[in-house]
């Protein structure tokens, strides 16, 4: 038997966040899916699906007494086959409709089935539909209950099309992948992540105090704070540096901002820092270095400071949303790998979640999702959040108040992050757009026609017809109409009032400015009109770079800079050719780039060499919502491939061809080849890099564990490159020679992971949801063998088809076995598991 036909045959018991984890009653219907095949059409790539619909209920299902909705992965429909009385359709965006033509009609205790054919393809369970609830003749709602999405396990389901070449995630592919990491000795591991730029270490250790003495000056009582607060004691302030035991100075001497020096000797720990934040970094070098368990640092001298001064964290709480807490929670691991940006997605075409004083609309109508065709006070569903606008254990419901927005802003200013706010425009704008709607139409009610326009954002007459990236139709502002830059200052104001509450600095804010879609504003009579003013602006589709320039300009009292994606330095010619404009190159305004595929590999050292400061945002690399890998129970996205720790541990920030390794399908790239013709960064440029993010997109992320799940261990990686830079193994010419050191780097990285970083998250009271892999599981000579890609975690197994758990066997070297089922978990010191893997032997 081949390992492909041993992992399709595999038993995929769900993962603690498939899509199928929910399992509900309800009495009307019952609902079973299942993804029939991928396949490539003449109309492009396509997948069918089938729906089997079973009347649980009593009564019969009739014509006029069911709907069902639900949402999924978007995409477009091609055609319904199956039963005739049933009709599909998309309403927009994810949200689906499921109704019974006239005749319709399934006794109690009945089946049917639908096939629906649609475009692209689906290889996770986290792309079948969610969320699904039925309407009756009366407008009542109910989330179905019995709801069965059947598992991905034939080739046609795993495959997207005849040219992915990614491998599955088979148990022998995994235990191939994993063979040659070790675990390491604790003297060959990093000292803690990311690694600094210089340490000696010596024999012996510093023994921290009960209650240690510790000099500092008053302008560093924050940072004093957090070394109590990390060291989980009391400490007495001193006057003087000999009689401390651990001293923070100032100093500088030090060349570089947010750099720091720290000396441990036996007798006192000393810290120097630049600036404050410098101080704040060695302090968590500091705590990286203690022993937990015997309140015992190395003795060591280490010099450090970042490589670049942006090292971000994306987060996207509009799609779905995160609490208060579960962002603090985040902010403790930045601050503790020294990451000082906290990019913050607060609205998007699906939520708007910052309540803003001067409008409430825009959370009372846009801070909630919920069953309705006409979004008149609340938004449609999305992502599965259901039909209820009321249910607070829906990620759709929510928003931050201004108190709870000030509380983020304090938390993160304490360690040294700066929150920077993503206020979305001019497209996945839908959110603040109904609640303007919304707007409008209580002060026309009112008679009040003045204020009713003063912020409406659309053309009303606009017929322009087009379809953005998730798959909306209406998601666009008018950028011809005024109100429109109106309303844009009227929120910042409003959140700058909120920062200046916090007594937190605003330095800077992103505008989006992504995913216009071709089609936007070509039939808006309000826009025909405004280009006859502007006959400069010669293809329709720069009104986007218009809308960007204009906002600048409006905005530019504040001195704020301002970050977007890189379209807002794109401009189009003629022929619909994308150009690179400099207007913008005055060092106040930073594109965020994403795109390293499809031909623009270069992209962002095109945009450096233009003289912008840039941030490095790679899907290949730093798409941290796309999955850790192609098994279908993995939840994620995958339309830019897939991304795990390595991919982020790997980025070379400064020559991104050679981490730049595969495309999204995942067809190896040959760097001299693919990449010959592409502009390199130069030299005199490199100082535009100014920093890298890793992106946390919130399509399929339903709640803490799953938020913490996406991102640990991956932005470790992210730590590591944004403060080292470039690696020393970067530097070598030879590829093969290249990767045997990438991957020797890589054990180090990962063995770090597990035996430093991964018990202090593993606390009793405070656990992360720290991802935890399946095993890999291969027979060779009649014998299992085992192993887990974080070397050092324990496996536990069972040989009789049961799911292991900590009581079961532990994995120490390969055996026979005579049973047919081995099903094995990799697991951590304190009980946390992951997803099993199972394997089928060979009948003899």
Not at 87 to 116: C, H, Q, W
Request: aromatic share 12%.
């Amino acid at each position: 038997m081949n390992p492909t036909t041993q992992f399709l045959i595999s038993l995929f018991v769900c993962c603690a966040f498939s899509a199928c984890e929910v399992e509900l009653k309800n009495p009307e219907i019952s609902l079973s899916w299942e993804l029939i095949k991928n396949y490539d059409s003449p109309e492009g790539n396509q997948h069918e699906a089938r729906f089997t619909l079973t009347n649980s209920g009593t009564s019969d299902l009739t014509s006029d007494n069911w709907k069902l909705y639900w949402n999924q992965s978007p995409r477009d429909i091609v055609r319904v086959e199956g039963d005739p009385d049933i009709k599909i359709r998309r309403i927009n965006g994810d949200f689906y409709e499921m109704k019974p033509k006239p005749g319709f009609r399934l006794k109690p205790g009945a089946s049917t089935s639908v096939l629906m054919v649609a475009s692209y393809f689906m290889i996770k369970e986290s792309d079948a539909p969610v969320g699904i609830y039925i309407l009756n003749k009366k407008g009542d709602t109910k989330l179905l209950e019995e709801v069965h999405i059947a598992p991905f396990i034939n080739p046609e389901q795993l495959q997207r099309n005849k040219n992915d070449l990614e491998p599955l995630a088979t148990p022998e592919n995994i235990y191939d992948q994993s063979k040659n990491l070790k675990v390491l000795p604790d003297e060959k591991l990093y000292p803690f992540i990311p690694h600094p730029k210089s340490i000696t270490q010596e024999e012996g250790y510093f023994s921290l105090e009960l209650i240690p003495k510790v000099f500092y000056s008053d302008n560093l009582n924050n940072e004093e704070r957090y070394l109590m607060e990390g060291l989980g004691r009391k400490m007495a302030k001193v006057d003087k540096t000999e009689d401390a035991h651990i001293v923070l100075n100032l100093d500088e001497s030090i060349s570089k901002s947010e750099g720091y020096a720290l000396t441990v000797s036996r007798d006192q720990i000393e810290i120097r820092g630049k600036d404050k934040a410098g101080i704040f970094y060695g302090i968590t070098s500091l705590l990286g270095l203690m022993d937990l368990k015997k309140n015992q640092i190395p003795l060591c001298q280490i010099e450090d400071a970042p490589a670049y001064p942006y090292r971000g964290m994306h987060v996207d709480v509009a799609r779905n949303f995160q609490s208060k807490e579960t962002i603090q929670r985040l902010l403790d691991v930045m601050a503790s790998i020294k990451l000082n940006k906290l990019l913050f997605v607060l609205t998007e075409d699906e939520a708007w979640r910052l309540d803003i004083e001067e409008l409430p609309e825009l959370v009372q109508v846009a801070g909630r999702r919920g069953h309705t065709l006409e979004e008149n006070e609340y938004l449609q569903p999305a992502y599965g959040s259901g039909p209820d606008p009321e249910n607070a254990d829906s990620h759709g419901n929510g928003f931050y108040s201004r108190e709870d927005f000030k509380a983020i802003l304090k938390y993160a200013h304490k360690r040294h992050i700066e929150v920077i706010p993503v206020i979305n425009f001019p497209g996945h704008a839908r959110s603040a757009i109904r609640a303007m709607e919304k707007r409008y139409e209580t002060y026309m009610k009112k008679g009040d026609e003045t204020e009713a326009e003063r912020y409406r954002l659309i053309d009303p007459e606009d017929a322009s017809v087009y379809k953005s990236a998730q798959f909306y139709n209406d998601n666009i502002v008018c950028v011809c109409k005024e109100v429109v830059y109106d309303f844009y200052e009227t929120v910042l104001e409003d959140i700058q009032e909120m920062y200046a509450e916090a007594e937190v600095p605003l330095g800077m804010i992103h505008t989006g400015g992504d995913e216009v879609p071709k089609g936007a504003w070509t039939n808006s009579p309000i826009c025909k009109d405004y280009l006859k003013n502007y006959p400069e602006i010669k293809n329709i589709r720069n009104l986007q770079i218009h809308f960007f320039k204009k906002l600048t300009k409006r905005l530019e009292s504040t001195n704020l800079k301002i970050g977007g994606w890189e379209e807002i330095v794109m401009e189009f010619d003629e022929n619909n050719q994308s150009n690179i404009s400099d207007e913008f190159a005055n060092g106040k305004v930073y594109p965020y780039i994403w795109n390293n595929l499809w031909g623009a590999q270069d992209l962002g050292y095109r945009i450096a060499n233009k003289g912008y400061p840039v941030v490095l945002c790679n899907v290949t690399n730093l798409y941290f919502d796309l999955a850790y890998n192609k098994d279908p129970r993995e939840s994620g996205l995958y339309w830019g491939g897939f991304v795990s720790e390595w991919d982020a541990f790997s980025f070379v920030p400064e020559n991104l061809f050679i981490s730049t390794v595969r495309d999204n399908m995942g067809k190896p790239f040959d760097v001299e080849k693919d990449f010959a013709g592409m502009e390199r960064l130069q030299n005199k440029n490199k100082k535009n890099i100014h920093g890298i993010q890793a992106q946390l997109w919130g399509e399929t992320i339903k709640g803490r564990k799953m938020f913490e799940y996406y991102y640990i261990p991956k932005i470790y990686g992210l730590a590591q490159r944004a403060w080292q830079g470039m690696p020393e193994w970067s530097e070598i010419q030879d590829r093969g020679a290249r990767d045997r050191a990438l991957e020797k780097d890589y054990e180090r990285f990962i063995n770090t992971i597990v035996q430093k970083e991964f018990p202090r998250l593993d606390q009793p009271d405070k656990k992360y949801a720290f991802r935890i892999p399946a095993p890999g599981i291969k027979i060779e000579s009649g014998k299992i063998y085992m192993n887990s890609p974080y070397p050092g975690m324990s496996i536990r197994y069972t040989t009789d088809g049961s799911e292991p758990d900590n009581s079961s066997e532990k994995y120490v070297q390969p055996f026979e076995s005579g049973t047919q089922i081995i099903r094995a978990k990799v697991f951590s010191n304190t009980g946390q598991s992951g997803c099993d893997n199972h394997i089928i032997r060979e009948n003899e």
